[in-house]
C-alpha cells in the first residue's frame, strides 16, 4: 500500500500559478506511475496527467495540455504538478495518485489516492 501527501493548494488569482507536491511512501517510489486526477465543484473526479517510473515520458489532458506539467523526483520519492496561467475552471481538489501500471492508474481502477488538495482560482 502507498501513502500519498498532498500539499501546495490554496487560492490564486486567474492567470497565476501553483505548485502542487506529493510525498509517496510505503512502496518503492521508483516502479510507480504517478498522476493527478481532479475533481470540480460538481463534477465527477477526472484524470489531469501522468508521469512514466523514470519521469521521461507524460502524458496531459487536453484541457491543461500547455498549462500544467508534471515531474518527479526520485530521489526524494515526490511527484510535482506545476500549474501555470490558471483559469477560475481549474478549480477542483487536486489528488496524487499512483499505480504500478500506467493504463488503469488513467482508469482509476485500483489506484492508490491521496486526501486531496484544494486550489481556488478566483480574483
Known amino acids: 500500500q502507498v501513502r500519498l501527501v498532498e500539499s501546495g493548494g490554496g487560492l490564486v488569482q486567474p492567470g497565476g500559478s501553483l505548485r502542487l507536491s506529493c510525498a509517496a511512501s510505503g512502496r518503492s517510489f521508483n516502479i510507480l506511475s504517478m498522476g493527478w486526477f481532479r475533481q470540480r465543484p460538481g463534477k465527477e473526479r477526472e484524470f489531469v496527467g501522468d508521469i512514466d517510473t523514470v519521469g521521461a515520458s507524460t502524458t496531459y489532458e487536453d484541457y491543461v495540455q500547455g498549462r500544467f506539467t508534471i515531474s518527479r523526483d526520485n530521489a526524494k520519492n515526490t511527484v510535482y504538478l506545476q500549474m501555470n496561467d490558471l483559469k477560475p475552471d481549474d478549480t477542483a481538489v487536486y489528488y496524487c495518485?499512483?499505480?504500478?501500471?500506467?493504463?488503469?492508474?488513467?482508469?482509476?481502477?485500483?489506484?492508490?489516492w491521496g486526501q486531496g488538495t484544494q486550489v481556488t482560482v478566483s480574483s
Open positions: 495518485t499512483a499505480h504500478t501500471s500506467p493504463y488503469d492508474l488513467r482508469i482509476g481502477r485500483g489506484n492508490s
